[in-house]
């Protein structure tokens, strides 16, 4: 089965500190374009960040310069490190695998999420 | 900036009716980086269609998209219970590579 965990979510004070790990398991996230995405309480889905298959990394302008992506490949582990936190970073955070490699491109496995409160 | 805007933000149908669901982008859009995603209360969001009119893997044939250029539409032909739910447009845009998504439409019991 295809699945992804995130973990490492919890209350942070403003201008800290926090990395996110997303664990994956049916999938080689090396071999995939993958996303974080967040959703703070009562809003909307925004993109934060993708790690191509490549290497190559891109983030949203709210998080560029505080956020880094990265990924671990022994681990097949995706990870999202945040610092300068300030209380409009405050969602769930979810990854998600982009479907991309067949000309398409849409997110089609997602995490269940977890909670950052700043 | 690319920018989705949906429509209606809010929509009340009965189980058994017809939903059109728009979304609006704010520039020419590539169809195969189209997408859209149905969200139910505590849930992570699920891929529904992609490439504007492609169905996910194990998304019912009443869910159907379309559009092309800066107009694309989710239909849900026959409303079922668990359809009711937040719908999310998304498009995917190349330089750089970024990904946008609509605010939502709440699609609820009425």
């Known amino acids: 089965e295809v699945q992804l965990v995130e973990s490492g979510g919890g209350l942070v004070q403003p201008g800290g500190s926090l990395r996110l790990s997303c664990a994956a398991s049916g999938l080689t996230v090396s071999g995939h374009h993958m996303n974080w995405v967040r959703q703070a309480p009562g809003k909307g889905l925004e993109w934060v960040s993708a790690?191509?298959?490549?290497?190559?990394?891109y983030y949203a302008d709210s998080v560029k310069g505080r956020f880094t992506i990265s990924r671990d490949n022994p681990e097949n582990t995706l990870y999202i490190e945040m610092k300068r936190l300030t209380a409009e970073d405050t969602a769930v955070y979810y990854c998600?695998?982009?479907?991309?490699?067949?000309?398409?491109?849409?997110?089609?496995?997602w995490g269940q999420g977890t909670m950052v409160t700043v | 900036e690319f920018v989705l805007t949906q429509s209606p933000v809010t929509l009340s149908l009965s189980p058994g009716e017809r939903a059109t669901l728009s979304c609006r982008a704010s520039q020419t859009s590539n169809s195969r980086y189209f997408a859209w995603y149905q969200q139910r209360p505590g849930q992570a969001p699920r891929l529904l269609i992609y490439?504007?009119?492609n169905r996910a893997t194990g998304i019912p044939d009443r869910f159907s998209g379309s559009g092309s250029g800066t107009d694309f539409t989710l239909t849900i032909s026959r409303l079922e219970p668990e359809d009711f739910a937040v719908y999310y447009c998304?498009?995917?845009?190349?330089?750089?590579?970024?990904?946008?998504f609509g605010q939502g439409t709440k699609l609820e019991i009425k």
């Open positions: 998600a695998r982009d479907r991309a490699g067949d000309g398409f491109a849409a997110f089609d496995i």
């Open positions: 490439g504007a009119s």
């Open positions: 998304q498009q995917h845009d190349d330089s750089p590579p970024v990904h946008t």
């Open positions: 790690i191509h298959s490549g290497g190559s990394v």
